[in-house]
């Protein structure tokens, strides 16, 4: 079985520009996640879809953060503009129906600095 | 609202028993889990406990869960140089499946 694909790996933009970030799930996962880890903290939440529908973004800086998936598969996340403290891992994870236990898999994430 | 603590840093010498420690407030949680996380890489998964279970061992991981307390623990036996990571403890929920993340324990083992 394949893991959860992210796209780029590494990106480095400058304060004020915009970056989209790519996602695809393990195949069949209804659920996908995008959590932000600042370095020296724990992955915090920033959206969650359940399908295409969202279910939760009520962290998700929308100011600024915007995120779709667009036929219940593959996901994108976009920050416009960027900002310093924007500078995290961002990870994505998807789950089965079930939801809990080993049905949560981990894409290897996209390294954001922000100068 | 939910809250996920642990120790910041753990070292030990290779072959010793390692103990990450973590406590948590939402007395509702009703799964645990334990991560790991290698310089540059993703979260793997290492295991988990059902809220309902006192203790599970999975080879030379042993996790113990006080739900009273709201304390879990991980125990890695004869632990060697390539367990040197970020132990992450998470929290979950049937009715949500988003987890809430502590802020890592950074494992260090000497040789």
């Known amino acids: 079985e394949a893991g959860v694909a992210q796209s780029p790996r590494y990106k480095i933009i400058e304060k004020r520009q915009s970056v989209a970030f790519w996602c695809n799930p393990i195949?069949?996962?209804?659920?996908l996640y995008w959590y932000q880890q600042i370095l020296g903290q724990g992955p915090k939440l920033l959206i969650q879809?359940?399908?295409?529908?969202?279910?939760?973004d009520s962290q998700l800086p929308k100011d600024r953060f915007s995120a779709e998936r667009l036929k219940g598969v593959d996901s994108t996340l976009k920050i416009q503009p960027a900002k310093l403290e924007d500078s995290a891992v961002y990870l994505c994870a998807s789950s089965s129906a079930g939801g809990q236990g080993r049905g949560y898999t981990f894409g290897s994430g996209t390294r954001l600095t922000v100068v | 609202g939910e809250d996920v603590e642990q120790s910041l840093f753990l070292s030990v010498r290779e072959g010793d028993s390692s103990v990450i420690n973590c406590t948590y407030t939402d007395s509702s949680s009703t799964y645990l889990y334990w991560y790991k996380q290698e310089p540059g890489a993703g979260l793997q998964l290492l295991t988990y406990i059902f809220s309902n279970m006192d203790m599970k061992q999975d080879q030379r991981l042993t996790v113990l869960l006080n739900k009273k307390d709201k304390h879990l623990s991980l125990r890695i036996a004869d632990t060697q140089t390539g367990d040197s990571a970020i132990y992450f403890c998470a929290e979950g929920h049937t009715g949500r499946r988003a987890l809430t993340f502590g802020s890592g324990t950074r494992l260090q083992v000497q040789p």
């Open positions: 195949s069949g996962h209804a659920t």
């Open positions: 879809f359940q399908n295409n529908g969202v279910v939760d």
